[in-house]
């Protein structure tokens, strides 16, 4: 019966192939949803570990996470820097990291921060940050490049890089005259730590000091070599993230800093903020796995249609099987088998063309979007998710059979006549 289904996939090569291209496709756009959905979880959640706590402008505490870990977005207001070494100087805080974001080059986000930083930050369940190549910055205006934009803008130790002032892709506005040096290029980390360029607090309290207002003073015009005689502590820090002594203290200092009577602040833990930000995007999610469902059905159900509409023209090739001997059974079996080898087929090919789409687009996913997408084994979910449309190509099988199972002897020696 398995001979007699591929030499009858051979003479159906045109409605055969097109039906399992139909069926692979639906699989791998079933498996991608549920393989960037698993991914992009795992990439925020590997974002940043270790942290009790994020300090920002009160907002949103979605909006805190999105701007100061994700790069997204923009902050409300930024925090003196009184407020944070006060904070800072509390008993229950071990460690903390400020960062000063709103400038860019060539699209990708200028942090501003200090040594602390690649001290005390932790993503990937607990990994450190390491340089690739260089060193950390020391200088004004050292900078330490993500590995992504050193990839993608093919950056190398001692190149010159020119800031732009903004967050867009496109600013009209540069810090020409103070330009920052590369020296350093992280190890790559799957987060927007590999799309974000590094430099020290003071030196974007350098680049904005001739600068009022979000623009330069007119006729103002302050040398680098006098800038590094002056005072560069920042006046402001667009947020802050706090290691503690304890655990148990993150609520107690939590409530102090979301009741600082100084200015309006938000202390939020990275986890429950995560989980926020989850459930809001979680009916897109739950949306996009239902339409990749509805999808696998409708390729299934276009197989049932080839079947169904190749039966009248197939039973002179059933009577003539059945003439030679060939019982309903076998008949029936061979129908069944065809859908399941049609279905297997497109399963498969739809796995392939999966992991071909993930090759060559993990990098593109990556520096667009900031989720790294691994390259594994399948899962047992998605083992299950196939196995599941194999068994429905099996039960859909079942239709045209039985139709061809009734069909007597008789009345296909009568269309051979």
Not at 304 to 318: D, F, K, V
């Amino acid at each position: 019966m398995l001979i007699l289904a591929m030499k009858s996939f051979r003479n159906r090569k045109f409605t055969t192939l097109l039906t399992i291209i139909s069926i692979a496709l639906s699989v791998t756009l079933l498996l991608g949803v549920e393989r960037i959905r698993k991914e992009a979880k795992a990439s925020f959640a590997n974002t940043i570990s270790g942290t009790d706590l994020i300090v920002g402008a009160r907002s949103g505490p979605v909006q805190l996470l999105l701007y100061s870990v994700f790069r997204i977005g923009n902050a409300t207001n930024n925090i003196s820097w009184e407020s944070y070494q006060e904070i800072a100087r509390k008993p229950n805080v071990q460690w903390t990291i400020p960062i000063s974001l709103g400038d860019s080059h060539q699209g990708y986000r200028v942090m501003g921060t200090n040594a602390a930083y690649f001290d005390h930050f932790r993503f990937g369940g607990g990994r450190r940050l390491e340089i690739a190549s260089g060193r950390i910055f020391g200088g004004v205006f050292d900078a330490v490049l993500g590995a992504e934009v050193a990839r993608s803008l093919g950056y190398r130790l001692n190149d010159s890089i020119i800031i732009a002032h903004g967050a867009g892709k496109v600013s009209f506005i540069e810090h020409t005259d103070k330009p920052f040096k590369v020296v350093g290029i992280l190890k790559r980390t799957g987060t927007p730590v590999d799309q974000t360029l590094h430099v020290r607090l003071e030196g974007i309290e350098a680049i904005h000091i001739d600068w009022k207002d979000g623009a330069p003073v007119p006729g103002q015009s302050i040398s680098t070599a006098q800038v590094l005689t002056m005072e560069l502590t920042p006046r402001t820090v667009t947020a802050f993230f706090v290691g503690l002594k304890s655990r148990i203290a993150a609520f107690g200092v939590q409530r102090f800093i979301n009741t600082y009577p100084k200015e309006p602040l938000l202390a939020i833990l990275p986890g429950v903020a995560l989980q926020e930000l989850w459930d809001l995007i979680g009916v897109a999610e739950n949306a996009l796995v239902i339409v990749s469902g509805f999808v696998v059905v409708v390729g299934l159900s276009g197989m049932l249609i080839a079947l169904m509409t190749s039966l009248n023209e197939r039973r002179r090739e059933m009577a003539i099987l059945r003439s030679v001997g060939a019982g309903p059974g076998h008949v029936f079996s061979m129908i069944v088998g065809e859908s399941v080898i049609m279905t297997m087929a497109g399963v498969f090919a739809g796995v392939a063309l999966l992991y071909g789409l993930l090759v060559t687009g993990q990098s593109l996913i990556e520096s667009k979007y900031g989720i790294f997408i691994a390259i594994r084994g399948l899962s047992s979910y998605e083992l299950l998710l196939m196995a599941l449309i194999c068994l429905a190509g099996m039960i859909i099988g079942l239709i045209p059979g039985y139709r061809i199972y009734r069909y007597s002897l008789a009345d296909g020696m009568m269309i051979c006549v």
